[in-house]
């Protein structure tokens, strides 16, 4: 019997853009800065995190430096993706589950599964 390991390192698999924007907001409304939208993070994909938070930085007035975002996002995403599976789940088949209008994302979540 043959068997492989599948690493996902870039969303090939399974898209975490959900998971991303989460954290993004979250690590944002720390900040104090409300009004982060599915269209700001659509802007930044395919982008590093760290560049995405030096130029979200150098453009809005946000009272937080791009390392200490970054530091902020990547904590969010590792409490959210790794230790809570079924959160994940959650989120990449229903954003609206996580009080994310459907409506609002400027694309639609690859299914889990198919």
């Known amino acids: 019997m043959k ?12 898209d975490s853009s959900h998971a991303y924007f989460f954290a993004e907001r979250e690590a944002l409304t720390c900040m104090g ?8 993070h659509a802007r930044f994909i395919g982008t ?5 938070w030096e130029t979200f930085v150098a453009e809005r007035d946000v009272q ?4 200490h975002l ?5 904590r969010f995403i ?3 993706c790794v230790s809570r599976s079924r959160c994940i789940r959650t989120w990449w088949h229903s ?7 459907d ?3 400027p694309w639609r979540p690859a299914p889990l599964v198919r």
């Open 70 to 74: 970054l530091e902020l996002s990547n």
């Open 78 to 80: 590792s409490k959210r």
């Open 95 to 101: 954003p609206s589950a996580c009080g994310v209008p």
């Open 33 to 40: 800065y409300e009004g982060f939208t599915a269209a700001d």
């Open 64 to 67: 937080a430096s791009a390392g």
């Open 48 to 52: 590093s995190m760290k560049d995405m």
């Open 3 to 14: 068997r492989a390991v599948l690493f996902d390192l870039d969303g090939t698999l399974i």
């Open 103 to 105: 409506s609002s994302w």
